[in-house]
């Protein structure tokens, strides 16, 4: 396997600007998760599914931010208008729901925003 | 509150020597308290997890002790080596946020040959 694949690795856009991030999670994972990574604020859980339906998204930070998973292997996080204060390494991850593994997430290499 | 957070957020240390990375944490309702290891310009990747009723699990190489009296866990490293050198976060599960993980700030980790 792949691994959890995202697109683009890196995305500089001016603000104002919709910027769309993507992620493949690995096949058979029932779990995808979107976070955010900054110096000042760390990394930061803005959503997470379980069988393409949204749990808790209540990291989002506001209206601007949204995101869809239409199915089991594509998953989008759309911020719309962007700003500068958006620029991060947007990261998705992906687990299963075998017995077990409910720590081990699986990191895509990241999507680093550039909002000017 | 809801934080996990380092004590220290650099470490260096010379190859072959052992390191430990600590961490405290504020919240007692976790299930599973857990580290990763993130390597530049990568994602974090999991290295080993402890539940919250054990003091002590032993992985290849790495040790994570859990002190629930103050609070600390930390992990341990044995025979550092350079690949070793990255950001190390501690992260929990458990409680009202069962289904995800909360990560705290990270810790360098700088291994000289």
Redesign the interface.
């Known amino acids: 396997d792949a691994g959890v694949i995202q697109s683009p690795r890196h995305e500089v856009t001016e603000m104002g600007q919709e910027v769309t991030l993507r992620c493949k999670p690995i096949s058979g994972h029932d779990y995808l998760f979107w976070y955010r990574q900054t110096m000042m604020r760390g990394l930061e859980l803005l959503i997470y599914f379980n069988n393409n339906v949204p749990i808790d998204d209540s990291g989002m930070p506001e209206d601007r931010f949204s995101a869809k998973m239409p199915n089991a292997s594509f998953s989008t996080l759309k911020i719309q208008p962007s700003e500068p204060r958006d620029s991060a390494v947007y990261f998705c991850a992906s687990r299963t729901e075998r017995e077990g593994s409910y720590n081990e997430q699986f990191f895509g290499p990241g999507t680093r925003l550039t909002v000017l | 509150g809801e934080s996990v957070g380092l004590h220290l957020p650099t470490l260096s240390v010379q190859e072959g020597d052992n390191s430990i990375i600590n961490c405290a944490y504020s919240n007692s309702a976790s299930d599973?308290f857990?580290w990763y290891k993130q390597e530049s310009?990568?994602?974090?990747?999991?290295i080993i997890?402890i539940r919250s009723n054990m003091d002590k699990r032993q992985g290849q190489r790495v040790t994570v002790l859990l002190n629930k009296t103050v609070k600390h866990l930390s992990l341990q490293i044995a025979a550092t080596q350079p690949g070793d050198s990255a950001v190390y976060?501690c992260a929990r599960?458990g409680g009202t946020?069962y289904?995800?993980?909360?990560?705290?700030?990270?810790t360098i980790l700088t291994v000289h040959p």
């Open positions: 599973y857990i310009g990568k994602g974090p990747q999991f997890d976060f599960r946020s289904g995800k993980l909360t990560f705290g700030q990270g």
